[in-house]
């Protein structure tokens, strides 16, 4: 019998896999959904065939074999474990795709394994639109028999392409997952800054979005697009939230501080995104350091 699958945490990224794990999923049974948010978890399963909603997380613990949590930090997973460490979990394989600090990874492997269950980090990379798309790339890490149990989740699915560390510690895809954020950190300012100096120069942000679309196409286009239509402050919800990249580049920091290292840039782009959570709040996302850099120039926030 297939096992049966999972799956918790509906924010941004979690609605677009979940959907696509129900969708094109080799399980044969409905995906059991959970969220804090009971409200979301039903408007999801109403929308979304081959889902069925769970009440509690005791109960999506209890039925599932596989059970997938994608929520926003470390406190959230840290609460979410520890609640469902009330329940049995022997043998049931916990698959995390959160982006949380590799010491936090390794705390939760090191719960989950002494209660009697398995574990696999999958964090994973790509926008809201690329986890509505499928095509998200996962970093798997765990037992090397634990992530081939998770694989055919994941290309095909809800992924486009993963990263493989079978055999290795979970906390090794946090750590890779955290590292690589800070290029998409240090990607996002670099626009900003291009924006603003092309504008303030005369030059023209149409002249550098074709520097993009030839040289860059792809990320550096579509946050390019998004400072330059307004997408960085108009949204109610934001895309990737401020307060979650800030996590991101907490991380980044503490891992490199404990080994000795700086990463000057993800400082310096933290200073621009603490200005966009002042300005904005919650509603604040990382393509909004385009206002904080506008700022900087004498320019508006808002373009
Ligand atoms: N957004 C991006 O571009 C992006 C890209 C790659 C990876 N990520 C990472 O993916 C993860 C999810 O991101 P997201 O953008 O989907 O976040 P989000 O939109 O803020 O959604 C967060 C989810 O976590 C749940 N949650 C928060 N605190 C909780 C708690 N204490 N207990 C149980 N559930 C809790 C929320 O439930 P409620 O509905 O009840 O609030 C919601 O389902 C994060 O770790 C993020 O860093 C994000």
Request: charged residues 20%; contains cysteine.
């Amino acid at each position: 019998m297939s096992p049966r699958l999972a799956w918790i945490g509906l924010g941004n990224m979690g609605r677009g896999m979940a959907a696509n794990l129900a969708a094109k999923g080799p399980q044969t049974t409905p995906l059991i959904i959970y969220n804090r948010t009971a409200a979301r978890a039903e408007a999801f399963v109403k929308a979304t065939p081959n889902t069925t909603v769970s009440a509690s997380l005791a109960d999506t613990v209890t039925k599932a074999d596989i059970i997938f949590t994608c929520v926003s930090d470390d406190a959230a997973i840290t609460s979410l474990i520890t609640s469902a460490l009330t329940t049995d979990v022997k043998n049931k394989l916990f698959v995390d795709c959160s982006t949380i600090h590799p010491d936090t990874t390794t705390t939760v492997h090191q719960q989950l394994t002494a209660a009697g269950a398995r574990f696999v980090a999958s964090p994973v990379f790509g926008a809201p639109a690329m986890a509505a798309a499928g095509q998200v790339i996962c970093v798997l890490a765990g037992e090397a028999a634990d992530v081939a149990v998770v694989k055919p989740y994941t290309t095909g699915v809800i992924a486009k392409s993963f990263l493989d560390f079978s055999g290795s510690a979970p906390a090794k895809a946090s750590q890779l997952k955290v590292l690589g954020n800070t290029f998409v950190i240090g990607m996002v300012e670099s626009i900003a800054e291009g924006l603003v100096v092309a504008e303030k120069t005369g030059l023209g942000t149409d002249a550098l979005m074709q520097f993009f679309e030839n040289v860059f196409p792809g990320p550096y286009v579509a946050y390019a697009n998004r400072m330059r239509t307004g997408d960085y402050y108009k949204r109610e919800e934001p895309l990737f939230g401020i307060d979650l990249v800030r996590k991101d580049a907490r991380h980044a920091l503490d891992m490199a501080r404990n080994a000795g290292a700086t990463m000057r840039g993800v400082e310096l782009a933290d200073r621009y995104m603490e200005k966009v959570q002042e300005k904005q709040g919650e509603k604040g996302d990382l393509a909004g350091i385009y206002g904080a850099v506008r700022q900087e120039g004498g320019l508006e926030f808002e373009n």
